[in-house]
């Protein structure tokens, strides 16, 4: 698999960031009581993490270390701001669903997290299509939720009816607890899928930060810098041999 279609493939499959890595729960929960809502957020948040580690990425050689997270959240917070003006202007009534949760966007541990594990580390192509990927993930897990709890709360689906006439809508699916029920749902059916796959296949899908693995050996590009000092081992690279011995 080719290095763009790898970055796309984990962010939509491997590491979903709302079913597999449990990231950006507060959106998640909190506007997805319509397909469109959560379709808008998604769509939103991906526009914002794709430019966010694109230019990160670009700029990983000229912001220093010591101050990379407040960097980090300037950019990402002038994006933030460009989305919401132009959701403000072309699609208002998006803007108003959606309220307070855009500018929260700023510090949406998904973003954040990719800015820190990938776009820091990788050049820029790659850096766009991880945000992508990562990005379409979390848009399809959010307009799946909102899908859900609006076809089992109001009938509707992207405000068309879809159930039949003497269909009784359930509230509680369009209320607080409604997105708790339809997230552990989902995440239950995905988990059931798992467990029917072959040994060595879910072992392949296994995210890194889940394993045991030594993470010094990892080919995971992105990763292995969540869990070690990189510079460190690079002042001494002979420091794991050692242990090993």
């Given at each position: 698999m080719n290095k763009i279609g790898e970055r796309l493939y984990n962010g939509l499959i491997k590491e979903n960031p709302t079913f597999v890595l449990a990231l950006g729960m507060c959106p998640t929960l909190a506007v997805t009581t319509s397909a469109m809502n959560g379709l808008g957020m998604g769509l939103t948040t991906t526009a914002v993490l794709v430019l966010s580690n694109l230019i990160i990425s670009l700029l990983r050689k000229v912001i220093p270390n010591r101050v990379r997270i407040p960097a980090f959240i300037v950019i990402v917070a002038s994006f933030v701001t460009m989305v919401q003006l132009l959701l403000q202007a072309y699609l208002p009534s998006l803007n108003e669903s959606l309220g307070v949760y855009i500018p929260l966007i700023v510090v949406n541990c998904i973003i954040l997290g990719r800015a820190e594990s990938y776009a820091y580390h990788n050049k820029p192509i790659a850096s766009f299509f991880d945000g992508l990927g990562m990005g379409l993930g979390f848009a399809v897990a959010l307009t799946l939720i909102g899908a859900v709890?609006?076809?089992?709360?109001?009938?509707?689906?992207?405000?068309?009816?879809?159930?039949?006439?003497?269909?009784?809508?359930?509230?509680?699916?369009?209320?607080?607890?409604?997105?708790?029920?339809?997230?552990?749902?989902?995440?239950?059916?995905?988990?059931?899928?798992?467990?029917?796959?072959?040994?060595?296949?879910?072992?392949?899908?296994?995210?890194?930060?889940?394993?045991?693995?030594?993470?010094t050996k990892c080919g995971q590009k992105g990763c292995e810098h969540r869990f070690y000092d990189a510079d460190a081992s690079t002042e001494n690279p002979n420091k794991n041999e050692k242990e090993d011995k």
């Open positions: 709890r609006e076809l089992l709360g109001l009938g509707t689906v992207f405000g068309y009816k879809v159930t039949p006439a003497g269909y009784v809508p359930m509230n509680i699916f369009v209320l607080a607890p409604g997105a708790f029920f339809v997230l552990a749902i989902i995440t239950a059916i995905q988990n059931a899928i798992k467990d029917k796959m072959p040994e060595q296949k879910k072992k392949d899908s296994k995210h890194p930060a889940g394993c045991t693995e030594d993470c």
